[in-house]
Each structure stands twice: as C-alpha cells, then as structure tokens.
C-alpha cells in the first residue's frame, strides 16, 4: 500500500481557500468568486489524480495517511478510501465547482461569505468521505453542519430560519445518539483491545462480536442518525423544507452530497460493524425504504411548487438506494452505490434547472408556467434530459442504479420476498407519472402567463455546468462498467464482512452462551 | 513556614499574588488616578502567576505543614483561575467606564477572590477550603454589588449574600459531621479510614452536606435560584467571572475531597446522588434557557445546564471524569468568558442593549463580533471542532466507562435542547430574525479595544483547545494516576 498524502491534500486545498477568502476584502466580489471556483477546481483535479492512483483490483482501504491526533484516546487522524468512498469524493468534488459557477447571478448578496462556506462545506463533506476513525468522522460530520445552516439560513427563501433551525436540530438529535454510541463502542473495544479506540479498522472486528442485545441498540443508533440524513421515511420532514428554503447551490449539495453521506455511513458504519443487527433489521428498514418510494412519488405527484416537487423525488430516490443497502447482495449494494451517484447528478442537475428558471421569474409555481417551449428551446431539451435520467429511462443513469437495485431485492435472500421488488418497481411508474406531468405542464401548451413571453434562454454558463452533467448522466448510462468496477471490491468486501460477521456473532454467542457471562453490559 | 528553597518556588503563584494584592492596595490608596494603572498591574500579576503555575505544574509536593498541595491538578488549576481572571480584568479595562463603576478597588477584589479559589484548589484541609471559599465569597459579593448607585446591582449583592451565607451553613455543618467521625480536618487522614467510615451515617450526611454547599458554588439544580438573578444584577465581566472562574473554584474543591475517595474505584457512593443533580442541572437549565429574552439570564441558565454536564464527571467517579470535568472547565472559562465578553462589549450605557432582539442583525452592523459570538454560541453548544465539543465528549465517555450509559444519553438530549437557544442568537444575528430592524440610538457599539483583545484571545483559545486536545487532556490525565 503505498502512502503519499493526496487524501490529506483534498483536505487542505478547500479549507486553504476559504481561509485564503477570509482576508481578501469584501467588495472585491468577482475575485472572490474566482478563487473560490479555482480552489473547489483544483481539489477537482487532485480527486482526479487520487481516482488514477487508487487501485480498483485491490479490496480494502487505500491510499492511507494516519498520525496520532489524541495520544491518550488512541484518537488518530486517519484518512484512507475505498471505491464507494472515491465514487462520493469524485461527486462531491465534481459538483463543488458547478454549485459555484451556478451562483454566479444566483447570489448577489455576502459573497465572501457564500463561497467560504461552501469550501467548508466541501472540506465538511469529503471529510466524512475519507475518515476511517470514527471520532474523526463524527467530527467532520457534525462540523458541516454549520455552513450548511448558514448557507439555508442566510441565502434561503421566506421560510429560511425556520427551515435551517429544523435541518440542524434534526440532524444533531440524531448524530448525538450515534456519539454515545461510538462512545460505547469505543469503551467496549477498550477490553479486548487494551485500549479505548476509535479506529475504524479495529472497530470492524469489534462490533460484530458485541452481544446481539447490545449490538442491536447500537445499530439502532447508528442507524437512527444516519436514516435522518437520508431521509428515510418516516424521518423525511426536515427535507422539503430545507430544499425548498435553501438556495440553488445549497438545494444541489444538499440532495447531491449530503444525503449521500446517510447512505454511505450506512454502508461504511451500519453493516460491517453491526452485522447480525442489520441482517436483523434488513427487512424493517427495507419495508420503510419502500414506503419512502411510494409515498415520495405520491407526494412528489400533487406539490403545485417544481422545487418542492424535486424534493419529494429524492425521498422516493433514497429509498431506492437505501432499499439496495438492506436487501444485502451484491448486485443491489451496487446499484445502490451508482444510484448514489446517479441521484447526485440527476437530481442535481434539476435543481439547477429549477434555479435557473427561479432567477429569471422568482416563481416556482408550475401553474404559472406552461408553453415555454417554444420561448426557451434549449431549456426544455435540458429539462427534458434531466428529467428522463431522474426517472430511470434506460440509456441514461438512472436505470443502471434501480435496476441493479430490484435485481438484487428480488433475488435477496435476507429479504426473501419477491413484494419489496413489486411495490419498489410500482416507484419507477410514479417516478415517470410525476417528472413527465411536470414537463408537460411546464413546458408544453399554450403560454398562459405573459410574463413567460419574455424569458431568456439559457446562458453559455447555464450550458456549461449542465453539459458537464449530462455528460457522465449519458456515461453512466451507456457504460456503466467504468464507475461500477471502482466500487466492485468494495461492495464485495462489504458482503463479506456482513456475511462472515454475522457467522463470527453467531459463535461469538454460543460460546458467551456456554461460559455464561459477557464482558461487559450496558446499564 | 518555608522549608527550604524549592517550597518558595512550589508557592511562587500564591506569592505572587500575595505580593500583588499589597502592591495594588499601595496602589489603590496612594496613587491619584490608579483606575487607569490597576487593570494593567493586575494583568501582569495574573499572566506572571499563571506562568509560574504552569512552569512549576510538575512539582508536585505539599507545603505549608499540609495544608497545601501544590503542582499537579493545582496548578491546572491556578492556570484557569488566574488566566480567566487576566481576561476578565482586560475586559473589564474599558467596560467599568460604561457601566459607572470606575473604580480601582474592583481589580483588587479580583486579585483577593483569586487567591481564596487558589486555596481552595489547593486545600489539603476542611479548613483551607472553608477558608478559601470565604474569601472568594465575600470578594464575590462585592464585585456583584460594585456599582452602589444601581438598585438591580444591590439587589444581586444581597441577594448573593444570603443565599450563599446559606449555603455556607451546609457547609460547615458537613464539616462538622465529617470532623466529629473521623477526627481529623485533614483530607489525607479522612482518606486513609475513608473504608472504616463508609458505613457510618453521619460521615456519609457530612459528604452530603459539603456536596450540597458546593452546589450553590457550582451552579447547580437545585441550588441555582440565585444564579440568573445575579447574572442578570451585577456587571456582566463580573457574571462572566462567576460563571468560570468561580465555577471552577467550586469544582477544584469538590475534586480535591471527593477526589481522594475515587481512590479505590467503585467506592462512589454519591453516584445515585450526582447523577440525580447532573440530570436536573442539565434539562432544567437548557429547557429554562429557551424562555428567556435576557442574554445574560440565558447565559445563566446555559451556566446551570453545563454544571449538570460536569457533574457527569463527577457521577462517573472515575480519574477520567475528573480529567473530564478539569478539561472541561477548561474550555468552558474561555467560551464563557467569550461570549460575556461579547455581551460587555455590546451592552450600551445605563444596561442598555441586554434584551436577545438588540442582537438582531448584528452580523451587518458589527461583523467582527457577530462572527465571534457565533463560534462561541457553536462552542458552548457543544458542536465540533470547537472546544466545547471535546469538553463533553470526555464527560460522556468517562460516563459510558463507568456504566453511566444512560446519563450520557441524557446529556446528549439535553446537548440538542440547548443548540436550540444557542441557534437562536446566531439566527438574529446573521438571519435577519425577528424580521425588525431595530432603531434605538442607543445601539451604537463602541470600540473597546482592551475587550475586544480579551474576546479575541478567548476564541483562539477555543479554536486551538478545539484542533489540539490531546495535549491538554493528556496533561490533566498524566496527574491522575
């Protein structure tokens, strides 16, 4: 395993730039929004060169940079990836400099201060991408909040505060709960290890040996923190208000990396440390990731707002992917994994439409389109593209992802029914039922409101960010090969770590069962 | 009386202060403007005795015919005491001129109230520590009252007054009790039949009784009615003191009887006793805090819920929640002091500017202390990668060590309560709440320079604290084995 610190890089270049931005003067707008760009391009690039180093054929965690952060906690900085993580880097690091481009009209107000907290937020999320301690993750994880927060409660619409307080509130009451529960963990592996850890790597050989009863609250937990980052229903409610309040730059982050980060803390954290559990739990949480497709399209299909309606669409959209995470096979942990990336990209790239049609009108309402076809040409061939890859149409992403998922579901055996399949797949009808009635209802007919006479088409910077899109929209869907084989490894030692765990658990209980005593109980 | 010379050097912070508070009385009496030379003696006085604390942290040893122990937690413990004073002082420079009490008495009841908690912290004796605690008291009574001319100022004064004279008599009632079962006042000896009297009623009444007279000390339920009250009285530098520095004299004195109980691991009979305040403190002041529309009284009720998590520490009964408690008191004097600072920096004239809507909008008029208040609003919630953060993240882990599981899960919900009043000052400020732009004369900031340096140094603090913890951690812990 080679060591060199491109990891640790992608850190710094995005936090480099933000402080950088903070003694730079605050009229000087244009150069402000230039470095920002820059920065947030440059850790583009060195994603790109972390991709060209990372070795797709090996399984296990690499390019790993590790120092001791807490010497008597056994609290290291310890940063490393594996093909689901560098998927999610590479997507985060990707829309990065598109939100930012996106703002360029968007945001006229507190410039410095939007694009610093962006580059927080970036340094935030890929933070969480690569940590392998826990402590550090939670860490990453918690302090991205804050510029999320700002970012919906300054630049956001009417309802702002009351939206950026809920997001925040809900999230901590969730990460709170997983804090006692790395805590707990961290003590209990005090035992076997000689000392209190964090470490991600050591804890994977810790937790599924915890007693079931014990493990199953921890799981919980875990799980509780990461599902209302999802959303998973029924914990979705803090979403549309955070979508709809949130500026563009902020909606695109938010449904394309930040829910990504529940998804992928499930995939990191909920299944290899806690396997017997979530084997336990699979079809629980399988039943409520189902309820989420059906009943985000059923809402998605009545909101009389676009943004509100792209909102819904992504509660329906998770819980595909965390349906994929739960129905444990391969196939659909993979699907779940390009679906991450796909929802990153579709989603993503209509909430840029959204925004763009929001800055030239400042309505959402559909009823207040209709017929701009005909006055926007080139908009409605990229809301067409989007909306079609948001719906699964086979060719672009969106398919790859949710056919790779109800594949697995249908042939899982934790799952073990065929009905998961049948209510998830009624989703993709839905999914197809609300975009398209949209579009029509937007784009086609007549032009009822005369004020949509006027709309200008989109601007070379429109095209710009959203070609870079559609450009991987269009990859994934002809040949999704590339992005699967990084994560092939991954995912297959994900499995086997569900699998073998679940079995060491198993023995781990007999044997507790035989002696008749545990080393440690919770209180 | 001085052994030899290295016991001079052991006390050297005592005698600097010592020295101190009779140059500043000389000071005080014979100089002609000394409002303006104090503030700048004294600075030099608490920087020079938290240097020499820290410089001599690894001696550890007993002076003065064990009365006092010196090195070690004390000295970690003189560090905060006199440092966070230094702030209050630099704070205090400029902010006594607005609040119309200008006078060069105020530094040199700081000095005096420092070198109280020093015996305390200390105290090898009941009777250092009731000493201690006297003279920081009565110096804490008068720093509540030192505007004479302002009835709310008086009223905290008394008000302080009785309700800690109160408290006293709890004490020294448990010093009785502990004094008539193990016949001795001194805590080694008490230690050492510490297994004998475990059983005895009236030692175990004595034990209470202390912990309940150091509740009032520490803020905490349900000996905090004078907390807000006071807060809300006296200067609000002067609030900031009483909420570190002299929440951490109250812990120092705890943890040096109680400490040497946790001896033997396991022996902690008060756990079912300190859990029960930990839980109080913490949900009764965060709920009690989103009901106020007077920052200092919030402030106040954030200072009751935070005694609640150190408590936790102490629940834990374990050298790491003690190394808990000690990093957290830490953090908490330079956040604390922070955002009362803040509060002293903004407060106009005649106790103008004090409501939470006189922040509305700050981040506009005053971005500097917008930004500030905000990191320590995010530091006091306890959010990474802020000092506050690590603070309860040592309690609850000493909690979960000890079996405490579900005192630690409490504190975590008491935690998301208390981000909601925290958020809302930083939703006025930056998010235009309240929707009105308020348009009282009175609103102008003026720039204190001394303040807004002690300001700065408190966040550096909470930033650095934040990025390096171990090294602090790994200190107190290196003391407790």
């Not at chain 1, 060195?46 to 609290?75: C, P, V």
């Not at chain 2, 015996?119 to 009941?126: E, I, T, V, Y």
């Not at chain 2, 804490?140 to 004479?148: C, Q, S, T």
């Not at chain 2, 302002?150 to 004064?157: F, Q, T, V």
Request: aromatic share 14%; proline share 3%.
């Amino acid at each position: 395993m080679e060591n060199n610190n491109l990891i640790s890089y992608l850190l710094l270049i995005p936090l480099a730039g933000g402080i950088l931005l903070l003694f730079v003067e605050k009229s000087k707008e244009s150069l402000i929004r230039y470095l920002g760009f820059i920065f947030s391009i440059i850790a583009f690039v060195i994603s790109l060169f972390i991709y060209i180093a990372y070795d797709i054929n090996k399984a296990g965690f690499q390019l790993i940079d590790k120092f001791t952060w807490i010497e008597n906690l056994h609290i290291s900085y310890h940063v490393g990836i594996d093909g689901i993580s560098l998927l999610l880097i590479l997507l985060t690091t990707f829309l990065t400099p598109l939100t930012l481009l996106s703002s360029w009209k968007a945001i006229t107000k507190k410039v410095k201060e939007f694009t610093f907290f962006m580059l927080m937020l970036e340094v935030g999320m890929l933070g969480v991408f690569v940590s392998l301690d826990m402590f550090l993750f939670y860490v990453f994880w918690e302090a991205m909040l804050i510029p999320m927060y700002f970012i919906i409660g300054i630049w956001g619409g009417d309802q702002r505060i009351y939206a950026s307080v809920k997001f925040f509130l809900y999230t901590m009451f969730g990460s709170l709960l997983m804090l006692v529960a790395i805590i707990w963990l961290a003590v209990y592996a005090s035992s076997s290890l000689g000392h209190f850890s964090t470490d991600l790597i050591e804890l994977y050989g810790i937790g599924p040996v915890v007693q079931f009863e014990i493990q199953r609250w921890m799981f919980l937990a875990f799980a509780l923190s990461f599902a209302i980052k999802v959303p998973l229903f029924p914990l979705h409610t803090w979403l549309p208000d955070a979508h709809v309040q949130a500026p563009t730059a902020g909606s695109v982050i938010l449904a394309g990396v930040l829910l990504k980060m529940g998804t992928y803390g499930l995939l990191r954290f909920c299944l290899p440390l806690f396997p017997q559990s979530a084997v336990y739990f699979a079809p629980y949480i399988s039943i409520l990731a189902v309820i989420g497709i059906i009943y985000g399209a059923l809402v998605a299909m009545v909101q009389k707002d676009m943004k509100k309606l792209v909102a819904y669409s992504s509660v329906a959209h998770l819980g595909f992917v965390v349906l994929g995470i739960f129905a444990l096979t391969q196939e659909s942990i993979q699907g779940a994994v390009i679906q991450m990336v796909n929802h990153g990209l579709s989603t993503g790239a209509l909430f840029l439409l959204v925004g763009i049609l929001y800055e030239r009108t400042h309505t959402r309402e559909i009823s207040e389109y209709g017929g701009i076809a005909k006055v926007v040409p080139v908009f409605a061939v990229f809301l067409m593209i989007a909306s079609l890859s948001s719906m699964g149409l086979p060719g672009l992403n969106g398919f790859v992802g949710e056919f790779l998922i109800l594949l697995g579901a249908f042939e899982s055996p934790v799952l073990n029914s065929w009905w998961y399949t049948v209510f998830a797949a009624s989703g993709v009808i839905f999914a197809a039922v609300y975009l398209l009635w949209m579009y029509q209802r937007v784009i086609f007919g007549e032009v009822k409101n005369p004020k949509m006479n006027s709309l200008t088409d989109m601007n070379k910077r429109e095209i710009l960010i959203l070609s870079s899109i559609f450009i991987f929209i269009f990859w994934i869907g002809v040949y999704p090969g590339t992005f699967l084989n990084v994560s092939a490894k991954s995912t297959e030692t994900i499995i086997q770590q569900v699998i073998g765990g679940a079995h060491v658990g198993e023995e781990h209980k007999l044997t507790i069962e035989k002696t008749g005593k545990d080393i440690l109980f919770l209180e | 009386m001085l052994n030899n010379i290295e016991e001079f050097y052991n006390m050297l912070p005592l005698i600097i202060l010592g020295a101190g508070i009779l140059i500043s009385l000389c000071i005080e009496m014979f100089a002609k403007d000394s409002e303006k030379i104090l503030p700048w003696v004294s600075i030099i006085i608490f920087l020079s005795a938290a240097f020499y604390s820290l410089a001599n942290v690894n001696s550890v040893s007993v002076i003065m015919q064990n009365m006092l122990a010196t090195g070690g937690i004390v000295n970690i413990f003189y560090f905060i005491f006199t440092l966070g004073t230094a702030i209050v002082s630099l704070l205090a420079v400029d902010y006594l001129k607005k609040y119309g009490a200008y006078y060069g008495e105020f530094y040199l009841l700081l000095q005096i109230s420092v070198l109280g908690m020093m015996l305390m912290a200390g105290a090898k004796d009941l009777f250092m520590i009731f000493l201690g605690l006297e003279i920081m008291s009565l110096c804490f009574y008068a720093l509540a009252g030192i505007n004479r001319k302002r009835l709310k100022a008086n009223e905290a004064s008394l008000k302080y007054f009785l309700l800690g004279a109160f408290a006293t008599g709890f004490l020294v009632y448990g010093i009785a009790l502990l004094y008539g079962t193990s016949h001795s006042t001194s805590i080694d000896i008490i230690s050492s039949r510490f297994p004998d009297l475990r059983s005895n009623l009236l030692f175990d009444a004595g034990i209470l009784l202390f912990l309940i007279g150091f509740s009032f000390k520490i803020a905490a339920f349900p000996f905090h009615m004078w907390v807000p009250d006071v807060y809300e009285g006296s200067s609000s530098v002067v609030a900031g003191l009483f909420s570190t520095a002299g929440k951490a004299a109250g812990f120092s004195a705890i943890i040096v009887t109680l400490g040497v109980l946790f001896n033997g691991a396991g022996n902690n009979i008060f756990e079912p006793y300190l859990a029960v305040i930990a839980v109080l403190s913490m949900v009764y002041g965060s709920i009690t805090a989103i009901a106020q529309t007077n920052i200092k009284r919030m402030l106040a009720y954030s200072s009751i819920a935070h005694a609640g998590y150190m408590i936790i520490g102490l629940a834990a009964g374990s050298y790491n929640g003690i190394a808990g408690i000690i990093f957290y008191l830490t953090a908490y004097t330079f956040m604390n002091l922070g955002a009362f600072g803040i509060v002293s920096l903004i407060e106009g004239r005649e106790e103008t500017n004090l409501e939470l809507k006189s922040y509305s909008d700050l981040a506009s008029r005053s971005p500097l202390l917008a930004a500030l208040l905000a990191i320590f609003m995010f530091s006091l919630a306890g959010i990474p990668p802020f000092a506050g953060f690590f603070g309860k993240y040592y309690v609850f882990i000493a909690a979960v060590q000890s079996h405490l599981t579900w005192l630690a899960i409490v504190g975590v919900l008491s935690s998301v309560i208390s981000v909601y009043f925290y958020l809302r000052i930083v939703v006025l400020m930056y998010f235009g709440g309240a929707g009105s732009k308020i348009s009282e004369p009175g609103l102008k900031i003026e720039n204190h320079s001394a303040g807004l340096l002690a300001v700065i140094i408190c966040v550096l603090f909470v930033i650095l604290i934040g990025i390096a913890p171990g090294s602090i951690i790994g200190l107190i812990s290196s003391f407790l084995r």
